[in-house]
């Protein structure tokens, strides 16, 4: 029972994040600008001086990397949020399950590259810990989909047993 529960808070969780997200990207031009003019406002604070310089120098190219970083969060969500469905239905171990881990794979992929290119544009620690953290996800995802397919074979097997 508490299994299940934690479950559907998950999915909760999981639907929030998505439609949250789609609101944060949509506004990040508004939102971006707000920053910035809420930090040059108060003065370049030490912690706040790589963000003031940084995203003041290259707003439009900010802009489009978060965009992009934005829709690529929001396709992790999707496939998670489909995977959710299954696990509520109690059927984990199908083949969409290995599509969308294959997928996530990809698109964690996907923002290492646009957080090295926004490294690029300025770096900062924490971009550095996205990197690593979007190689790791992306890694475990594809492993897992590998071991997920290898239990739809063996379901599939002792299917065709009985």
Same mark, same amino acid.
């Given at each position: ?22 609101? &944060? ?11 910035? /003019?809420? *930090? ?5 604070? +030490? ?13 439009? @190219?900010?802009? &489009? ?5 934005? *829709? ?6 999707? /496939? ?26 990809? *698109? ?7 957080? *090295?290119?926004?490294? +690029? ?29 290898? @239990?739809?074979?063996?379901?599939? /097997? ?5």
């Amino acid at each position: 029972m508490k299994k299940d529960n934690l479950t559907k808070l998950t999915k909760y969780l999981l639907d929030f994040m998505f439609y949250a997200g789609i609101l &944060v990207t949509l506004t990040l031009p508004l939102t971006v600008r707000f920053v910035l /003019e809420w *930090i040059s406002e108060r003065g370049a604070v +030490a912690p706040f001086v790589y963000l003031h310089w940084g995203i003041g120098q290259y707003y439009v @190219a900010t802009v &489009v990397i978060y965009f992009f970083l934005g *829709i690529c969060a929001l396709l992790l969500i999707w /496939e998670l949020r489909k995977m959710f469905g299954t696990v509520l239905r109690q059927e984990a171990f199908v083949p969409e399950n290995v599509k969308s881990l294959h997928k996530m794979a990809k *698109i964690s992929l996907g923002i290492v590259v646009l957080a *090295i290119i926004r490294s +690029a544009v300025y770096l900062t620690i924490a971009m550095l810990v996205v990197i690593l953290v979007f190689v790791i996800a992306g890694l475990f995802s594809e492993v897992l989909s590998r071991v997920f397919e290898e @239990a739809i074979n063996y379901k599939e /097997e002792n299917d065709l047993t009985i």
